[in-house]
């Protein structure tokens, strides 16, 4: 994408790359000369922006990855990149203008994910549930994945209740202590479905033999 890009960009900078020429060349430079200076780089800047676009292996796209791992690894390892990094992060965050910025950003972002979902024809609900639709298919079809799912949901659920057990205890107490009655059987029988009248027909009628049983008992020996 970002090849992509530099290449739209390159077609339509002659004029940007003619000015520059111009206002750095030799005031003694004849206006032609400038002109075919100008000429020839912005013709050199979309062969090559061309060639890195159409070359995923070009030297400057595995230069260009080389970089960012090294950059990454940097990050996390070398003590002076950290600090750099550390400081450029404090002296942004420090600034007005980028806190505002941010926070502009987010309401954009967030109103643009709401709309998004809210409209069922947009590129972001198309796209989720395209992404949704291949998990699951690949869900199907792989059963390497599939173990691999498994264990990690269930290394997951370890931790967070190893970690958070009392957490989560808590907040479904306190969920479950504010339903009254009748929202309590209302969320339950909306989760279980028909399921509940089966559980309850069942359970009547398991009361009632047993009621029945526990009469006989006691007229046989009473």
Known sequence: MLADRAFQWSLNAGVVIQRVVERDSPSWSPR?????????????????TDKVRRNPDHELRRSATRFLFDFADDLQHDPATVARADAIKEELMARDEIATAA????????????????????????RIT?????IGESLRDD?????KVDSWTVRAAQHLVSEYGVEITAIITETIERWDAEEAS??????????????RI???VVGAMAG???YAIAQLLF
């Not at 954009?108 to 609900?125: I, M």
């Not at 395209?130 to 291949?134: G, Q």
């Not at 209302?186 to 559980?199: K, T």
């Open 32 to 48: 032609f000369i400038d002109h075919l200076v100008g000429d020839r780089i912005h013709r050199e800047l979309m062969e090559f």
């Open 143 to 147: 059963a390497d994945l599939r173990d």
């Open 212 to 214: 029945l049983a526990i």
């Open 103 to 126: 926070a502009a950003a987010w309401k954009t972002l967030k109103r643009l994910v709401l709309e998004g979902v809210d409209d069922p024809s947009s590129a972001l609900r198309t």
């Open 186 to 199: 209302r969320r339950i029988e909306l989760h279980v479905g028909r399921d509940l009248q089966f559980i």
């Open 202 to 204: 069942n359970g009547t």
């Open 130 to 134: 395209d992404a949704v639709i291949r």
